[in-house]
């Protein structure tokens, strides 16, 4: 396996995480474009935007996140695994995250509800 430009530890965790769910780089269809958005004059010269599809899922992410392309290949990558986790059931920290700020909101709702019925005059 390749490792990327980030920490050993993060291309540790990547290469584990990827044995644990069973994906393996053959599996892979990896492509560069040219990103858009910031990054002035090396983002419109350079293919650092990463698309990548799992051939057995189907799943396929693009990533243009940072300049280098070393980067959000690892960031592509980690993003393809939180995805075939998420339609394998499993509950993953980001899901975690969605639903926390969803009961957050509902609750806010309710409160801002309430409130608002209390404050308006009766007629």
Do not use: Y
Not at 40 to 46: A, C, M
């Amino acid at each position: 396996m390749t490792d990327f430009a980030v920490r050993e530890e993060k291309n540790r965790w990547l290469h584990r995480k990827m044995a644990e769910l069973g994906v393996r780089e053959e599996d892979l269809v990896e492509t560069f474009v040219r990103s858009s958005g910031n990054g002035g004059q090396h983002v419109n010269k350079t293919s650092s935007c990463v698309q990548l599809k799992h051939k057995p899922t189907g799943i396929q992410v693009a990533c243009m996140q940072e300049r280098s392309q070393s980067v959000n290949r690892f960031l592509a990558r980690r993003e393809l695994l939180e995805r075939i986790e998420a339609a394998s059931g499993v509950i993953t920290p980001e899901m975690k995250r969605i639903e926390r700020l969803r009961r957050q909101k509902d609750r806010r709702k309710r409160r801002a509800t309430v409130h608002s019925a209390s404050v308006l005059p009766e007629k």
